[in-house]
Nanobody, 121 residues
């Protein structure tokens, strides 16, 4: 079982930056691919970014390419999402997810509770 806890969300003005963290409980976390998804009010959940277990490959939604960067520190059992150039349409609850087999915009076995990111105009 993998427990995921997100942190680093909050309120920021448009054009600003935030860094989200996803901390995992499992000692085998370094063998899991991890992704970030988000869900805005009244909208379906959407894929944001993903990273392989080694960090060698990353994947991004077109809407965040060039603005967001996903990275990981396996020694700390943590994955990060650095968000820059934030826009009001980035406002959502952000969830991290992990899976031992899959990566990218796909299904994941483990999910965090989510954290709110609000971008004011």
């Amino acid at each position: 079982q993998v427990q995921l806890v997100e942190s680093g969300g909050g309120l920021v003005q448009a054009g600003g930056s935030l860094r989200l963290s996803c901390a995992a409980s499992a000692p085998t976390f370094s063998s899991f691919a991890v992704a970030w998804f988000r869900q805005a009010p009244g909208k379906e959940r959407e894929f944001v970014a993903a990273i392989t277990w080694s960090g060698a490959r990353t994947y991004y939604a077109d809407s965040v390419k060039g603005r967001f960067t996903i990275s990981r520190a396996n020694a700390k059992n943590t994955v990060y999402l650095q968000m820059s150039g934030l826009k009001p349409e980035d406002t959502a609850v952000y969830h991290c997810a992990a899976d031992s087999l899959r990566v990218g915009d796909t299904q994941y076995d483990y999910w965090g509770q989510g954290i709110q990111v609000t971008v004011s105009s």
